[in-house]
């Protein structure tokens, strides 16, 4: 792209942090008052939103998680039009996203969107490659793959005179879904996440087996495992840890649509082969007369939404199995505070569908994060020595800025509703 045709050409790039700043929700960062990177919500009851409601000329979405693109069909009211460009797995899971809000939350005061927000969401939809330069609010713009889920992005935006680097969610390690990241762009300016910025993950090896173990016991011993999975990544991965250990396996929820959905995009995938032989072993639930109840009495694993039990088939499964001590509830993912998957851990019971219910069954949890861990998140910032970092989305991201400051970064913190000229 031709530099002359930048328009955002100064010294100084002003960030704004809407959301996702010392915080593992609702991400949202607004370049200029002009470009919007990510617009997220936090699931919950009621559902949360980033501080403001902007009115961007171009939105570049990271990746399909609800934290970061749940609120995009927000911004398309009125007559307001702004283009949304991300990777094509990245469209697709954020209108399957949006639909499933309006199925939990549409025609009340906690959706602030409808059907006809998220069909404009086609209309304005620019798809792009990895390593593709476009052109959005002036800024020269590109993705770089994050090894988070399928379609992940960093996102580099190029003014002409500052390069910010905007990792968004990331992984520097392989997992069976998707590789980890390489891509190490020169930037000027990172925001860098950091929800595992105080936590060193066990070799992914070392807890697949753990978790295959802990399955293939509960089995042997006559239980049921329910393995709460988020719909989008987690579940895939989960399908392809129970087939390469050949364990039969059930999947409910809004995770078997995405699965079937991820097999159209195999250069976004680390082994299409693998997923389709995955996705052929699982049995799919159509949760039809009672089916869900009588797959609970069966000694098998079920991998179900939600991932944190607020809401999903997970609520017909764990009332089924809670009072036998035998069975297990298996957490994967990070439990956000409040949620009940949290409660679960640490009280041994959880609020399902509006009861807070007491649980025999016994709860685990295995870290199968998506994300960098300590160690991952300083050996990609190594690649940025000499840049300036602003840490966020994690819940002690001033710790993490204050290390890094130790260690002769320029480092710091943001907080929601900051403004950062950089």
């Known amino acids: 792209m031709d530099e002359n045709r930048l328009t955002h050409y100064r010294d100084v790039m002003k960030l704004q942090f809407l959301g996702g700043a010392r915080e593992v929700n609702k991400s949202a960062i607004l370049v200029d008052d002009s470009l919007l990177l990510d617009y997220g919500m936090l699931t919950g009851n009621p559902p949360q939103y980033p501080v403001d409601s902007p009115d961007p000329d171009a939105v570049v979405v990271s990746h399909g998680h609800l934290d970061h693109v749940g609120a995009v069909p927000t911004l398309l009211s009125g007559d307001r039009r702004p283009p949304i460009h991300w990777t094509p797995p990245t469209q697709e899971l954020a209108l399957t996203l949006s639909r499933d809000t309006l199925k939990l939350h549409g025609g009340t005061y906690d959706c602030p969107f409808t059907e006809t927000h998220v069909q404009r969401m086609t209309q304005v939809s620019n798809p792009h490659e990895y390593g593709e330069t476009f052109e959005a609010a002036g800024y020269e713009v590109t993705l770089f ?82 393995v709460p999975a988020f719909a989008i990544g987690r579940t895939q991965e989960m399908l392809l840890v129970c087939d390469a250990h050949d364990l039969e396996c059930y999947v409910d929820g809004m995770g078997k ?166």
């Open 145 to 226: 793959n994050a090894g988070h889920i399928p379609g992940s992005a960093h996102v580099l935006v190029d003014d002409g005179d500052t390069r910010l680097l905007y990792t968004a969610d990331f992984h520097t390690d392989d997992q069976r879904l998707v590789s980890g990241t390489t891509d190490r762009p020169d930037a000027d300016v990172v925001v860098c996440e950091s929800t595992y910025a105080d936590v060193d993950h066990e070799p992914r090896e070392v807890v697949e087996n753990r978790f295959v173990e802990s399955l293939q016991t509960t089995m042997w011993e006559g239980g049921t495992v329910v």
């Open 257 to 422: 649509g995405v699965t079937t959905m991820l097999r159209n995009y195999p250069a976004f995938v680390r082994d299409a082969d693998a997923l389709r032989k995955a996705k052929s072993h699982a049995r799919f639930v159509t949760g039809r007369n009672g089916q869900r109840r009588r797959i609970a009495e069966q000694n098998t694993v079920i991998v179900t939404t939600s991932g944190m039990l607020s809401g999903g088939p997970a609520m017909t499964y764990i009332p089924e199995i809670r009072r036998d001590p035998t069975n297990k509830i298996t957490m994967t993912g990070y439990q956000v505070e409040g949620t009940p998957g949290r409660e679960l851990l640490e009280r041994g019971r959880a609020d399902i569908d509006g009861r807070i219910m007491p649980i025999a069954a016994q709860a685990e949890s295995y870290d199968f994060s998506a994300h960098a861990d300590h160690d991952g998140l300083r050996e990609f910032l190594t690649a940025y020595e000499g840049s300036e970092i602003l840490v966020n989305h994690g819940d002690n991201c001033e710790h993490f800025a204050a290390e890094l400051r130790h260690d002769d970064y320029d480092a710091s913190a943001p907080e929601v509703g900051d403004v950062v000229e950089v």
